[in-house]
Structure formats: structure tokens, C-alpha cells
């Protein structure tokens, strides 16, 4: 789904990843991180897609709230097994959404 | 692939995309602007991934880089052809890219 955020300005995290061959544990750790994340105040929405890399963005109302996401206890957890067992390599991109605009089919 | 770009500041443009069961010239027209956008100048990289939805980030030098590649007369022939065919709905957001960070597996 496309996620319906708010009028800019807001922020995005652009999480680009290869993954490993290693499945465990993945799509339970990925749903549990789903449904924390909505919990989590200024998290606007998210969108996240794979085929040969994987791409998940997700919208904040400001950076302190990415801070707070980043230092919860249970995502640094994710995080660090993410690193050991399921992604080969990653980049993170921190980006403030300054304009945006949408097309539906009428 | 993940992108390889620069030490920000540089723009993100997220492309988030829902398909129509349309085909027919899709492939042909994604390769064509794969071909072009390369050599736009300010051209930064891209990354794309899909399965229910469609991600595709570009990475840009700055917004007159970004406009450019908007006012591409192939471009606009490819955009507009997609809101008739390819596309049931999609959203576009422009970003400033404020920070980065990778993660290798050793």
C-alpha cells in the first residue's frame, strides 16, 4: 500500500538492503517490527517493497521521533540480528520530504 | 543494487507505484528510462524494487537536476503513456537526503 501521509514537510527513511539466504526467524521478526513501529509517536506510515534488493521507507513527523525509533530497546535488538543473520549489506538514508504529489486513476 | 552515492546533502525522489495488470510496453519503456536518466546530468543512481507495490528511488545532485529530468520530453511521453497504461495510482515525494549510513557484512 502507499502510504497517505501528511502535507510535507515530514521526514523519510529510506532503508535499502541485500539480504542473506538465512530466512529464520525473518518474517516473524519483520511482522513484530511492523507493529511496534505504528506504536511509536510521529510514525506517519510506511512502504516497503523486495525483489533483488529490498526497499522499505518510512515516514516520521520529525527527527527526534527517528531518534526515539532507533533507540528503542527492541529494535536495536532487531537491528543487531538483522546485521548477524539476515542482511549481507544495508544503507540508510535520512531525507526531509519538502514536497510531494499523487496520481489515482480517475 | 544499492546505490552508491555521495556524502549528503543530495535529493531522493521516492516513487511509490501501483500497477495496472497492463503489460504491454512496460518493459521496453522501464529500459529506455533506465538508459536516459543515466545520463542526466545530476544524476546520482537509483534503486527499484517491486512486488505488491513498486519503490523506485532516484538520487539527485538538487532540485534543478530533478526538474530537468521532469521536463524531459521523453520522459513526459513516458510519464503520461504510464497514467494511461502501467499505472492505477502513484505517489511522488522529493526529499532532501540529510544523512547516511552503511552497514558491510566484514
Redesign the interface.
Known amino acids: 500500500?502507499?502510504?497517505k501521509?501528511p502535507e510535507?514537510p515530514y521526514y523519510?527513511v529510506?532503508f535499502?538492503?541485500?539480504r542473506?539466504p538465512i530466512d529464520e526467524g525473518y518474517d516473524e521478526m519483520s511482522d513484530a517490527m511492523e507493529e511496534l513501529v505504528k506504536k511509536q509517536p510521529g510514525f506517519l506510515g510506511f512502504?516497503?517493497?523486495?525483489?533483488?534488493?529490498?526497499?522499505t521507507?518510512s515516514y516520521w513527523k520529525d527527527l527526534e521521533s527517528i531518534r526515539n525509533w532507533r533507540n528503542n530497546s527492541e529494535h536495536t535488538i532487531a537491528r543487531l540480528t538483522g546485521?548477524n543473520k539476515w542482511?549481507?549489506?544495508?544503507?540508510?538514508?535520512?531525507?526531509?520530504?519538502?514536497?510531494?504529489?499523487?496520481?489515482?486513476?480517475g
Open positions: 500500500m502507499i502510504a501521509t510535507p523519510a529510506i535499502s538492503s541485500v542473506t512502504e516497503s517493497a523486495r525483489n533483488e534488493i529490498g526497499i521507507v546485521r542482511y549481507k549489506s544495508y544503507k540508510v538514508r535520512i531525507a526531509k520530504v519538502e514536497g510531494d504529489y499523487d496520481f489515482l486513476k
